[in-house]
């Protein structure tokens, strides 16, 4: 029997139409579009009006009509959130069902901003087996749910948004050649949500709890040394050396970080592909969102060779050597689109900017 890989055979993004600026972030905090953009490199972010499964409805039937499946062909559907719709079900579940995808299993996988690289191996590994022979791999997120509005240091750096793909069985030697998937418990306090899970007592949600507490020069310290270090062991693994490697995909956190590990890596910019101005980080979705934005802009070669690394809450990391098929165009594209919205950003944000005690400014 020949040997049986893992294709990524199609792609898409879901990301809300409400633009929030920098310049409206400093009327919610003391922040200036100067220093976030100098800090960060972030120039603006979305901020959802709808739920986790509608984005990942629409990046999903993007995915498999860029694959040119039909949603009934799907036989597992992998959603990496930290941000789900509810504690249960989980959301993979109501994508499953709003896309159609009838025969399929689902489940949420949560590494925090690492989840999408970790659910790409999953599913890897769940067709090589034979227990699925397409998945559908989402990163969907809502950030902006749980940020405490009234922390600078948090609060300007994320955004929402969806990513998918779709990954198939096929007997080309191409898809997930290597991986790398860690993390260090011990160090979780320093990217955290304490006050939303069933830990302590119930009661109201208590705004000193309820939003991301973050310990930034600490996970920028460690995302700089892993992010470089993780990538260079999936190279290897791989057998590829560092000059192989057409584009280094990172999970997109701060300009600064996906800079200094290009150069760990001795990766010029067009090796790297960066989109955070735009989109901020938004969590698991940055890496769907950004190969799919890559493919668009014709930045994956037929048999790429791409590096997919991300760092993130666990503290967990994780890294993969993908080699790319010989189709870099989807093969069909989706009707589906969110649904319409014309109001501000600013406005979708002000209950839960006054839930922690914030206010907007004029
Ligand atoms: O997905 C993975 C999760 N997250 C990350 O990877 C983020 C990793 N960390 C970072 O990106 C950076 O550490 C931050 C962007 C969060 C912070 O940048 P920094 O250069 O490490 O700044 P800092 O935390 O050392 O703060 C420097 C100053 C402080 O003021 P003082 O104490 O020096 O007076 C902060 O209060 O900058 C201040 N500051 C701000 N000022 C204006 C922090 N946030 C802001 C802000 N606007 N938004």
New binding site residues.
């Given amino acids: 029997m020949s040997q049986r890989y893992a294709e990524i055979t199609g792609w898409g993004t879901a990301l809300p139409p409400a633009v929030l600026t920098n310049d409206d972030m400093s009327r919610i ?4 579009d100067e ?2 953009a100098s ?2 490199g972030i120039k603006e972010r979305r901020i959802s009006h709808v739920d986790v499964s509608e984005l990942g409805r629409v990046a999903g039937l993007r995915a498999i009509a860029a694959a040119g499946l039909e949603p009934a062909q799907i036989d597992m559907v992998i959603n990496a959130t930290c941000t789900p719709e509810n504690l249960l079900p989980a959301t993979a579940g109501l994508i499953q069902d709003k896309i159609g995808a009838t025969g399929a299993g689902a489940m949420d996988l949560n590494a925090n ?1 690492s989840g999408f690289v970790y659910a790409h191996a999953v599913a890897d590994s769940l067709v090589k087996t034979g227990a699925s022979h397409r998945v559908l791999v989402l990163g969907a997120e809502k950030f902006s749910y749980i940020l405490d509005w009234t922390d ?2 948090t609060c ?2 994320f955004g929402d948004g969806a990513g998918a793909i779709v990954v198939e069985a096929t007997d080309e030697p191409v898809g997930l050649v290597a991986s790398e998937l860690g993390n260090d418990g011990s160090a979780a306090e320093h ?1 955290c949500l304490p006050g939303r899970g069933t830990a302590g007592q119930v009661a109201a949600l208590d705004p000193l709890t309820a939003g991301v507490r ?1 310990n ?2 600490e ?2 310290r460690r ?1 700089v040394t892993v992010m470089g270090e993780a990538s260079q062991r999936v190279v290897d693994a791989a057998g590829w050396r560092l000059e192989d490697v057409d584009l280094l995909i990172p ?1 997109q ?2 300009q600064r ?1 996906l800079d200094a590990t290009a150069r760990r890596l001795g990766l010029d910019n067009a090796r790297m592909f960066s989109n955070l101005h735009a989109y901020g ?1 938004t ?1 698991a979705a940055t890496i769907p969102i950004a190969l799919s934005e890559a493919l668009e802009h014709g930045r994956v070669p037929p048999g790429a060779n791409l590096v997919f690394v991300a ?2 809450g666990g503290l967990s990391w994780a890294a993969s050597a993908v080699k790319w098929g010989s189709r870099t165009t989807a093969i069909a594209t989706s009707d589906a689109v969110l649904p319409d919205f014309d109001g501000d950003a600013l406005e979708l944000l002000r209950p839960n900017i006054e839930f922690f005690g914030g206010s907007i400014s004029s």
């Fill in positions: 905090v003391e922040t200036s220093w976030i800090r960060t901003c600078r240091s300007v750096l990217l973050m930034g020069p996970i920028f995302a999970h956190a701060n970080i980080n969590s760092f993130g």
